[in-house]
């Protein structure tokens, strides 16, 4: 019902200042199944948020198509929901005029949108912070804040771009841990991007490794670790070789780069 | 905490202590015979003339005549500044085709105009409300345009993320994030509207502040002439500060704490 198919995906942009293009995604093929938590890795440049934004509706496909369900996607549509980095709250409302924003703005006729944000909000776990502003919360609390307002709207997939890129690494895992919990309870399609090996090793069924010049898909991997996961799952031995083959790859990409930036 | 409260008490007495300096200096440079009192007065005749003025009402209906044409100078301003604002800041035409006005506005002395404003609406209020506007009107619509216009990119795509229509986009996002720079301008603009009221007051007015000191001024009567002088510096003060109150609760929000 909800599975994402993207086919021959290419997206232009324009250079800064001139007329000329550039393809940030070329060539990109990947399916997501109902119900599968992916991730997309790979280092800065690598065109990774662009996909993810492009699957939200937010970036212009150029080539090929993506479609949802069987759908088309052509903007932006209730059936998907994005967390964004911090800075996407809105500074002047609450937590729950921030939670309650995303149903205002699809008209969500499912019934009391203030009910509907407050178990939200009960779900992530700030009930008692429902009249807090942003700025007197922590990084953690307004990320949970961000994946309350996408989950609200109740959308068959949930897009995640790089929500938690600005923690520090301890509330990082928090996080992580948090939003397997959460996503347990109704296993929503998802489609996550971080440049964290780890987090996408212990978030995911599958791995889309992306490498540069133009974006593209280098390898899928299949995480088959088993659910439900702990955090002692970091120090298995299975997890260990997946974060060395993730490792290898992203250091292959890393030393191209730099070969570059020397022959530029 | 404690050390910031410490710290505004002193700043506090601090800027006391420098007023209360000057106004003793003032009275004492008169006392000792350094300045001829002709031209600046004493604290202590201002404060004669201020009870004389304060029980004869001339004062108080000085005051009010200010605050009228203040109050309807204001009050064009934030309609027409904020309403044009609004509509430049959302829509670039708009604002291009405002943009000859606005250079106008700020390169131009507005009081040059004052003699063809006579022209038009004669001595009195409306010539006084007329240059007020002018003076308010720039930074109040300056203000706005920049608040609208640079609404946060990131508010904005997450808004059109969850299908936001661009209606949604000026109501719910543009405009309360321009809520702080528009309150800002204000302030700005309050000042600038006090001080054209008086102006104008100074060359044709039969009542108001500024007409108070113009006359006074003729008749060369310093003691006189300082009260209202005195009574517009307050007023500027208490107005400015009021607005500088506002200000501060609506920025509340943009307080940004790295935690």
């Known amino acids: 019902m909800a599975e994402i198919e993207i086919r021959n995906l290419g997206i232009d942009y324009r250079k800064p200042n001139s007329d000329e293009l550039f393809a940030a995604v070329d060539n990109v093929n990947l399916s997501v199944g109902e119900g599968e938590f992916v991730s997309i890795v790979g280092s800065s440049g690598c065109g990774k948020s662009t996909l993810l934004l492009s699957v939200a509706g937010l970036v212009k496909i150029t080539r090929g198509s993506i479609t949802i369900g069987g759908k088309t996607v052509t903007g932006p549509g209730p059936d998907r929901a994005v967390v964004f980095q911090d800075a996407s709250l809105l500074p002047w409302r609450t937590v729950l005029g921030n939670v309650r924003f995303g149903l205002e703005m699809q008209r969500w006729t499912g019934g009391d949108l203030t009910k509907q944000a407050m178990s939200m909000i009960k779900l992530v776990g700030l009930a008692r912070f429902a009249d807090y502003y942003p700025h007197q919360l922590s990084g953690g609390m307004r990320q949970r804040v961000n994946i309350a307002r996408a989950l609200a709207v109740d959308p068959e997939v949930l897009l995640m771009d790089e929500p938690f890129g600005a923690l520090d690494a301890q509330t990082r895992e928090i996080m992580g841990g948090e939003l397997l919990r959460i996503w347990e309870s109704d296993k929503k399609t998802a489609l996550f991007v971080t440049h964290d090996i780890d987090e996408a090793i212990f978030l995911s069924d599958k791995i889309v490794v992306m490498g540069r010049n133009p974006g593209h898909v280098k390898e899928v991997i299949t995480v088959d670790l088993p659910r439900p996961r702990t955090p002692e799952i970091l120090d298995s031995e299975r997890f260990t070789e997946f974060r060395r083959r993730l490792r290898a790859h992203l250091a292959a990409d890393m030393a191209g780069m730099h070969f570059m930036e020397e022959a530029a | ?259």
């Not at chain 2, 038009?120 to 720039?138: D, H, K, R, S």
């Open chain 2, 1 to 259: 905490m404690m050390m910031d409260i410490f710290m505004r008490r002193q700043a506090l007495i601090l800027g006391t202590l420098s007023l209360v300096t000057i106004v003793v200096l003032w009275q004492l440079v008169v006392d000792f015979g350094i300045v001829n009192p002709f031209f600046i007065s004493t604290p202590g005749a201002v404060w004669q003339e201020f009870l004389v003025q304060l029980n004869d009402g001339s004062l108080l209906t000085n005051i009010l005549a200010t605050l009228y044409s203040f109050a309807l100078a204001l009050g064009l301003a934030v309609a027409v500044g904020i309403g044009l604002g609004m509509l430049s800041g959302w829509f670039q035409d708009v604002e291009a085709a405002l943009e000859p006005f606005i250079w106008f506005k700020y390169s131009a002395p507005t009081v040059a105009f004052y003699p063809l404003f006579i022209a038009w609406l004669g001595y009195g209020t409306p010539t006084i409300v007329a240059i007020a506007f002018l003076f308010a009107l720039t930074p109040i619509y300056a203000n706005t345009l920049s608040g609208i216009k640079n609404v946060d990119r990131d508010l904005k795509r997450a808004a059109i993320s969850f299908g936001a229509r661009p209606y949604d986009i000026f109501f719910r996002v543009a405009l309360p994030g321009s809520v702080p720079v528009i309150v800002a301008g204000l302030r700005l603009g309050v000042g600038r509207a006090l001080t054209g009221v008086v102006v104008a007051e100074l060359f044709g007015a039969n009542a108001g502040l500024g007409y108070s000191i113009a006359y006074y001024a003729q008749m060369l009567q310093t003691n006189r002439m300082m009260v209202p002088i005195v009574a517009v510096i307050l007023l500027g003060v208490i107005l400015t500060q009021a607005l500088s109150y506002v200000e501060k609760k609506t920025d509340a929000w943009r307080v940004t704490h790295d935690n």
